[in-house]
């Protein structure tokens, strides 16, 4: 069974840094493209960030270029966000999801974790 | 960046009723045009990808269609676990993107 497992949200004051990561199990993880995809809170979905399953191609929205840093640990199943200079509207749950393929109509995300919440205040 | 248009935004349903949900988008997608399913408190489930290409063990009530600009979900006969919110999202260009998303209520 696939799990994805997001873990270093919290309350972070404006301006600050956070690192959240997210570990997979139950499927090679090396093989897929990974994405963040965050929910403000009463709010719609935003995919924020891609990392293709070698790291050689990285995406971000706007919104976060610059601020936001994917990475993924394959040896150890991990995928990564680093996010730096952190602002009001960047709260929200952040999930981690797996790019079902990589080419074509299968670039969807097939599998989510649960989520961890983002709080930026001060 | 695409914008991605949903309607209505809340569609109020009895359970057994056939429901149609509808997508925009502001830029041809040719069909790389997905549908999510959220329901309150849980992750997103994908229910449909390239238009009308059901997902792993999404029931066959669900169906997709459209292409191009316009798009449809389609629940042939809702049932009770089915009350939650739609998104649809184009991933032909980057950014990729939602739409606003539909809520799905009991009546």
């Known amino acids: 069974e696939v799990q994805l497992v997001e873990s270093g949200g919290g309350l972070i004051q404006p301006g600050g840094s956070l690192r959240l990561s997210c570990e997979a199990s139950?499927?090679?993880?090396?093989?897929?493209?990974m994405n963040w995809v965050r929910q403000a809170p009463g709010k719609g979905l935003e995919w924020i960030s891609y990392?293709?399953?070698?790291?050689?191609?990285?995406y971000y929205v706007d919104s976060v270029s610059g601020r936001f840093t994917i990475s993924r640990d394959n040896a150890n199943n991990s995928l990564y966000l680093q996010m730096n200079s952190l602002r009001g509207e960047d709260t929200a749950v952040y999930y981690c999801?797996?790019?079902?393929?990589?080419?074509?109509?299968?670039?969807?995300?097939?599998?989510w974790g649960q989520g961890t919440l983002v709080t930026v205040s001060s | 960046e695409i914008v991605m248009t949903q309607s209505p935004a809340t569609l109020s349903v009895s359970p057994g009723e056939r429901v149609t949900l509808s997508c925009r988008a502001s830029h041809y997608v040719t069909t790389y045009l997905a549908w999510y399913q959220q329901r309150p408190g849980q992750a997103p489930r994908l229910l449909v990808y390239g238009t009308s290409t059901r997902a792993t063990d999404v029931p066959a009530r669900f169906s997709g269609s459209g292409s191009g600009t316009e798009f449809t979900l389609t629940i042939s006969s809702l049932q009770s676990e089915d009350f939650a919110v739609y998104y649809c999202q184009q991933y032909l260009n980057w950014p990729w993107t939602f739409g606003q998303g539909t809520k799905v209520e009991i009546k």
């Open positions: 999801a797996r790019l079902l393929g990589d080419f074509g109509s299968e670039r969807v995300f097939d599998s």
């Open positions: 990392i293709s399953s070698g790291s050689r191609s990285v």
């Open positions: 139950g499927f090679i993880f090396s093989d897929y493209s």
